[in-house]
């Protein structure tokens, strides 16, 4: 199994902040990776794939980057909104695995 | 709109069985291949099965092989999760999602709401 290895596993910054998260994969994942929004007591929420595509009506301010084995997710401009979980996630193959998950807060 | 609504959880005793269903709504179901991930209280995410579009075959994590069966009605636009032989550390969210497209499988694009399955004695 590829294990995702995601890092910090908290962080606290203002708002308006630049936050950025990363993603290790154990072997070459090309660009087979995902990120999820995830607030308390809700589903996960689908905002980038392919390492750095951004779905559909998410906002500009999240961007993804990397392939291979090391990959970035960056929050550009930290809104009051976006405190929640995130969590990568490889589909290079089944099964698909998760990074343990990034709690962000608002300093 | 596209959407994914759960039913099925509750409280089982080890050892019972339980059956969950997602009822989807706003696209075409028969062509799109369908997950189950789930979520330990507290803990993060762990992807648990998938089923292609066409419910040709149907993959499984380890932790529930041979006691968990993912299964699909593409006539009534209906997924379902088999839950056998529960344990207690199969006590979780059980979430529903899918595929974002048909030639790559595992980007999870929509999601259900959840349903909680907890597993005592």
């Known amino acids: 199994d590829i294990q995702m290895t995601q890092s910090p596993s908290s962080l606290s910054a203002s708002v308006g902040d630049r936050v950025t998260i990363t993603c290790q994969a154990s072997?070459?994942?090309?660009?087979?990776l995902n990120w999820y929004q995830q607030k308390p007591g809700k589903a996960p929420k689908f905002l980038i794939y392919?390492?750095?595509d951004l779905e559909t009506g998410v906002p500009s301010r999240f961007s993804g980057s990397g392939s291979g084995t090391h990959f970035t997710f960056t929050i550009s401009n930290l809104q009051p909104e976006d405190v929640a979980t995130y969590y990568c996630?490889?589909?290079?193959?089944?099964?698909?695995?998760f990074g343990g998950g990034t709690k962000v807060e608002i300093k | 709109q596209v959407q994914l609504v759960q039913s099925g959880g509750g409280v089982v005793q080890p050892g019972m069985s339980l059956r969950l269903s997602c009822a989807a709504s706003?696209?075409?179901?028969?062509?799109?291949?369908m997950h189950w991930v789930r979520q330990a209280p507290g803990k993060g995410l762990e992807w648990v099965s998938q089923?292609?579009?066409?419910?040709?075959?149907?993959y499984y994590a380890d932790s529930v092989q041979g006691r968990f069966t993912i299964s699909r009605d593409n006539s009534e636009n209906t997924l379902f999760l088999q839950l056998n032989s529960l344990r207690v550390e199969d006590t979780a969210v059980y979430y529903c999602?899918?595929?974002?497209?048909?030639?790559?499988?595992?980007?999870?694009?929509?999601w259900g709401q959840g349903a909680m399955v907890t597993v005592s004695s």
């Open positions: 392919d390492a750095s």
């Open positions: 072997q070459d994942i090309s660009n087979f």
């Open positions: 996630q490889q589909y290079h193959n089944l099964p698909l695995t």
């Open positions: 706003g696209f075409t179901f028969s062509s799109y291949g």
């Open positions: 999602a899918k595929d974002q497209v048909r030639r790559k499988t595992g980007a999870l694009d929509i």
């Open positions: 089923i292609p579009f066409d419910g040709s075959n149907q």
